[in-house]
């Protein structure tokens, strides 16, 4: 996630995530499988061979970061509520545990709201579990939740793919959902498939938006 949008503010790959083919330096380099540019080298890593991020590997955090940003939309939308109205968001898992939320708001994968809305909750499940063994209370409250709980299908109807195809692009084609990205963010400093984001107009990039219809079609 630091990688994705550490590239992109610096212009080392642009919205759409393919990397910039004038980018002047000997990390980006092109493989038998595609373009792959190099984090650290395998001398100072103290390993055998380089770590890099590939061409393949943006793609499969674009499909990722789109899903779950797609999935948060469409259930927003399936009950009627928009983000504004949205008091807290829980993080729960190791996931929310280490992850970076303004590198995570910067490649679209969760809302960009206020940061104090969201409320990093570690492993929810066993201490949810805790608590139902020690307070009947608790086990009440439980399953008074669980009879509340709706089960949404993303899989029938347009609105997941819809959504998904629009978060395919950093940070989403519809700009406006990231308000508090700073200009510079959005503009990308650097040159990208050598010109930066922001070089080019969201409705001007038919080339991008051909590459990331062809990723989507992968997923249905």
Known sequence: IGA????????VIDRAGRFSSGLKTDRLRKTDEGYEFVLVRAEESGGD??????????????????????GIRSLISSVGVDLE?????????????????E???TIGLVPDVPR????????????GAKLCLLSRQA???????????????????NTFMEEFVSA????????????SLSLSTKSG???????????????????????????AAGMK
């Not at 994705?4 to 212009?11: D, K, T, V």
């Not at 086990?139 to 109807?157: C, F, H, P």
């Not at 990208?192 to 984001?197: K, V």
Request: hydrophobic letters at 40%.
């Open 49 to 70: 061979r380089d770590i890099v991020i590939t061409q393949s590997d943006i793609e499969n955090l674009l499909r990722a970061k789109a899903a779950v940003f797609a």
């Open 116 to 127: 104090n809305k969201y409320r990093f909750v570690g492993n929810t499940s066993v201490y």
């Open 139 to 157: 086990r009440e409250r439980a399953r008074e939740i669980a009879r509340k709980i709706t089960y949404l299908e993303l899989s029938v109807g």
């Open 168 to 179: 395919l692009f950093l940070p989403h084609t519809n700009l406006e959902l990231f308000p």
């Open 4 to 11: 994705l949008a550490e590239f992109w503010r610096s212009g």
């Open 189 to 215: 400093e650097g040159g990208g498939a050598g010109d930066g984001p922001a070089s080019r107009k969201v409705g001007e990039e038919e080339k991008g938006i051909r590459h990331v219809r062809t990723l």
């Open 85 to 101: 109205s949205i008091s807290k968001i829980y993080v729960a898992g190791g996931f929310g545990n280490f992850i970076d939320l």
């Open 103 to 105: 590198e995570a708001v």
